[in-house]
Structure formats: structure tokens, C-alpha cells
């Protein structure tokens, strides 16, 4: 197995600058890297603000905090990434944009050092691909928000090998998180479950059947769920619930997985939840509001 030390993040986001929270936490170097300087400094702004929150709360000491602040560098070239022991990408999911992320990695690589993807629904195997180590790529995916949820669902492709899945195991443990194994068909097993059933929310919101209101209220108190389906698509963002709804339908073939025409909508009109502070709720006024 790899002894790690370092990390690499490829990708500032709400994702990545979650993982490199946990990560530096978990006592690694940590280097983050983003297209543009800017979003590595938002996605560090974001990490010192949800740290300070953890702070604030009697989670980590203030002296954890610094600690974890000061082993996080910004890293704006890519080929920086090559020189850690583990890299994980934690970009959009977009197939392509993740492949052309590898290849592009690829010759800066050391020879030892691991690739992971962050990727919620995409073929580890496919991914492992575009690289040069297939035998040393795996899936790494964190849910959100990453210092919040426990969970980390380990996908090895066809090619990862034995110490590659183990080096990953403990990584994702010794960050004080529990592991489930999952087989490398489409969305792995959250998302499999999950998505579908936001993407159901949606059809009963197209057909006629509740309203935004309703729909959410009846999930949170028929089913005892602490947020909405509608609620949970608009933090998650309805283009990464559509991205992923595309992957199960064009994966598995099967009709019970074609995107609702109404999240179509929403993603064609820019409409992708929080992010861009509308979805199925209206967030630019103090309290949400449903759209429909």
C-alpha cells in the first residue's frame, strides 16, 4: 500500500473544497487546485468559514483549525498535483471534462502516486482509462457536505488492484469516515437509490399531483425525511441530478430512468438550485419560496 502524506483536489467547489477540509483536517498536506486562481481562493474562503463554524460549535479546537488551514496550498497549475501522493478530481460531473482532466495529469505524475474520482454516477472504469494507471485508479465519492456526512462509497473499476482498494480504504477511514463498497454500474448505490426518487418528486410535480410545498411536506412528514426531494435536488443542484438521471438512463437503458421534462426545463433556464439561488424554491428573499 501507498503511505500518503499528501493530497491533491482538483476542484474547488463545493465538493472539493469540502474534501480538502476533511482531508487537512485528517492531518495531510493538501494542495487545491482550481482553472483559476480565483476559485481557489473562494473555495479557501469557503473552508476557513465552514471550519470557524466547527469552531464556533466545540467540533474542532481553534487549534485544529490553524493546523488544518496552514496544510492547505493553493495549487493554480495542474502539473503541481503530480508531485502528491493521492490525487483526487473533484470537478463537474461531465465525463469528458473529467477524462481530459486525467489525460492532461498524466505526465506529471509520479510513479506511485493514486488517482481518485470524486464522480457520483461515471464509470470508474472508463475514468481509469484515460490514464496510465487503471491498476491504480479508484472512486472516491464523498457526500455532501463532506465535512458533515459520514459516508464514503469506494467503487474500484475492472483494472484497480488489490493494494490500490485497500490504500483507499483506510485513507477514507482514518478521515473518521465509514466505508461501503460499491460495483461500478451506473451512480453506484446512493445516487442509484436517491436520484430516481427526486426525479420522481419532479414527475409528480409535472403531472399535476402537489405542489412544491406539498410534495416536500409530505416527504418530510409521511416518510420522516429531514429535507423535501425538491429541497434535497436544488441543494445537490438540478444539473448534477440531471447529469446523473442521464448516466442511469443512457447506462442501464431503461425507461424508468428518463429525465422529467420539467428538470430539463429548469437546467435549459439556469435554474439549478441553491447555487444559483433558484430552483424549485426562490432563495434571494430571507425565506425560501416555492417556484410553483
Given at each position: 500500500?501507498?503511505?500518503?502524506?499528501?493530497?491533491?483536489?482538483?476542484?474547488?467547489?463545493?465538493m472539493g473544497s469540502g474534501?480538502?477540509?476533511?482531508?487537512?483536517?485528517?492531518?495531510?498536506?493538501?494542495?487545491?487546485?482550481?482553472?483559476?486562481?480565483?476559485?481557489?481562493?473562494?473555495?479557501?474562503?469557503?473552508?476557513?468559514?465552514?471550519?470557524?463554524?466547527?469552531?464556533?460549535?466545540?467540533?474542532?479546537?481553534?487549534?485544529?483549525?490553524?493546523?488544518?488551514?496552514?496544510r492547505i496550498k493553493s495549487?493554480?497549475?495542474?502539473?503541481?498535483?503530480?508531485?502528491?501522493?493521492?490525487?483526487?478530481?473533484?470537478?463537474?460531473?461531465?465525463?469528458?471534462?473529467?477524462?481530459?482532466?486525467?489525460?492532461?495529469?498524466?505526465?506529471?505524475?509520479?510513479?506511485?502516486?493514486?488517482?481518485?474520482?470524486?464522480?457520483?454516477?461515471?464509470?470508474?472504469?472508463?475514468?481509469?482509462?484515460?490514464?496510465?494507471?487503471?491498476?491504480?485508479?479508484?472512486?472516491?465519492?464523498?457526500?455532501?457536505?463532506?465535512?458533515?456526512?459520514?459516508?464514503?462509497?469506494?467503487?474500484?473499476?475492472?483494472?484497480?488492484?488489490?493494494?490500490?482498494?485497500?490504500?483507499?480504504?483506510?485513507?477514507?477511514?482514518?478521515?473518521?469516515?465509514?466505508?461501503?463498497?460499491?460495483?461500478?454500474?451506473?451512480?453506484?448505490?446512493?445516487?442509484?437509490?436517491?436520484?430516481?426518487?427526486?426525479?420522481?418528486?419532479?414527475?409528480?410535480?409535472?403531472?399535476?399531483?402537489?405542489?412544491?410545498?406539498?410534495?416536500?411536506?409530505?416527504?418530510?412528514?409521511?416518510?420522516?425525511?429531514?429535507?423535501?426531494?425538491?429541497?434535497?435536488?436544488?441543494?445537490?443542484?438540478?444539473?448534477?441530478?440531471?447529469?446523473?438521471?442521464?448516466?442511469?438512463?443512457?447506462?442501464?437503458?431503461?425507461?424508468?430512468?428518463?429525465?422529467?421534462?420539467?428538470?430539463?426545463?429548469?437546467?435549459?433556464?439556469?435554474?439549478?438550485?441553491?447555487?444559483?439561488?433558484?430552483?424549485?424554491?426562490?432563495?434571494?428573499?430571507?425565506?425560501?419560496?416555492?417556484?410553483?
Open positions: 500500500m501507498v503511505d500518503i502524506k499528501s493530497v491533491g483536489v482538483i476542484g474547488a467547489g463545493q474534501i480538502a477540509h476533511v482531508v487537512a483536517l485528517g492531518g495531510y498536506d493538501v494542495l487545491l487546485h482550481d482553472v483559476s486562481a480565483e476559485r481557489i481562493e473562494t473555495g479557501l474562503a469557503q473552508i476557513r468559514k465552514n471550519m470557524t463554524r466547527q469552531v464556533v460549535r466545540g467540533i474542532i479546537t481553534q487549534e485544529a483549525m490553524d493546523t488544518a488551514i496552514a495549487a493554480p497549475e495542474l502539473q503541481t498535483i503530480g508531485s502528491t501522493d493521492l490525487a483526487i478530481e473533484a470537478a463537474t460531473e461531465n465525463e469528458e471534462v473529467k477524462k481530459s482532466i486525467f489525460k492532461a495529469l498524466t505526465p506529471h505524475l509520479g510513479p506511485n502516486t493514486l488517482l481518485a474520482s470524486n464522480t457520483s454516477s461515471i464509470s470508474i472504469t472508463r475514468l481509469g482509462a484515460a490514464s496510465d494507471r487503471p491498476g491504480r485508479f479508484i472512486g472516491l465519492h464523498f457526500m455532501n457536505p463532506v465535512p458533515l456526512m459520514n459516508l464514503v462509497e469506494i467503487i474500484r473499476g475492472i483494472a484497480t488492484d488489490a493494494p490500490t482498494y485497500e490504500t483507499a480504504v483506510n485513507f477514507a477511514k482514518s478521515l473518521g469516515k465509514t466505508t461501503a463498497n460499491a460495483e461500478d454500474f451506473p451512480a453506484f448505490i446512493v445516487n442509484r437509490v436517491l436520484v430516481p426518487m427526486i426525479n420522481e418528486a419532479i414527475y409528480t410535480l409535472y403531472e399535476g399531483v402537489g405542489t412544491v410545498d406539498a410534495i416536500d411536506t409530505a416527504l418530510k412528514l409521511g416518510a420522516n425525511h429531514p429535507m423535501g426531494p425538491l429541497e434535497l435536488g436544488d441543494f445537490i443542484g438540478l444539473d448534477t441530478v440531471l447529469s446523473i438521471m442521464n448516466v442511469l438512463y443512457e447506462g442501464l437503458a431503461d425507461s424508468k430512468y428518463r429525465p422529467c421534462p420539467l428538470l430539463v426545463k429548469y437546467v435549459e433556464a439556469g435554474w439549478l438550485g441553491r447555487k444559483t439561488d433558484r430552483g424549485f424554491y426562490d432563495y434571494r428573499g430571507e425565506v425560501p419560496v416555492p417556484t410553483r
